[in-house]
């Protein structure tokens, strides 16, 4: 047996789409089962996201807080945005993201891991980036604004980060993922043999 996730696409009957919002909309496709019957599944379209894991010289990783409307809550996140062009390259989309929320650069970039953020219920999917070799971006900083006007930053070490994942007191999907896949990746083939910036999505196909 692969392990390995593997595309499938069982029949649907039928589609309708009841909500459509700014970003994302909601819908309800009629699916053939294996034995036959034809059950209804709702979920949310999403177009797709990116993050950055930014690590610096000192080994910390560059955080953000903002408010999170449905949980009610502000977190600590990595950089993070839509992919709001529709076959946009994810890495000038990372790129854009750490440039406009933390005003910084970075000359290395790698791909850390891709998910599904809730598969069960939303299709969405996220390619989270690895970027080292920080300085200062050029220029003035980006105008924010909505929940991002009210952003913290911070820089955090790698170590103080797994301490606070593992002892429930940071919960962003990307953040979590991230570090954790940092640390796995540290302690496999190391942080060079990650996939280039640059590699095949199938998620989210996109053009050089």
């Not at 909500?19 to 699916?31: A, L, P, W, Y």
């Not at 807080?65 to 996140?77: A, I, M």
């Not at 002892?167 to 302690?187: F, P, Y």
Request: hydrophobic share 40%.
């Amino acid at each position: 047996m692969t392990i390995k996730d593997t595309p499938e696409a069982w029949e649907i009957r039928s589609t309708e789409t009841p909500f459509v919002g700014n970003k994302t909309s909601v819908r309800t496709d009629e699916v053939v089962m294996p034995d036959g019957s034809v059950v209804g599944r709702d979920y949310q379209v999403h177009p797709g996201s990116v993050a950055v894991l930014a690590l610096d010289g000192e080994d910390r990783v560059l955080l953000i807080k903002q408010y999170r409307h449905p949980v009610r809550q502000k977190l600590w996140e990595i950089p993070a945005g839509l992919l709001d062009v529709p076959g946009e390259n994810p890495l000038h989309a990372a790129q854009r993201e750490l440039y406009e929320e933390a005003h910084v650069k970075a000359e290395d970039w790698r791909v850390l891991t891709d998910v599904y953020t809730t598969p069960g219920g939303c299709d969405e999917a996220v390619r989270i980036f690895l970027a080292r070799d920080l300085s200062e971006a050029d220029g003035e900083r980006f105008v924010v604004e909505d929940e991002e006007a009210d952003m913290e930053h911070a820089r955090v070490p790698v170590d103080e980060l797994v301490r606070k994942v593992l002892a429930g007191e940071l919960h962003n999907n990307c953040l979590v993922v991230g570090v954790l896949s940092l640390v796995a990746a540290r302690a496999g083939d190391g942080l060079d043999a990650l996939r280039p910036a640059e590699a095949p999505w199938p998620a989210r196909p996109f053009e050089s």
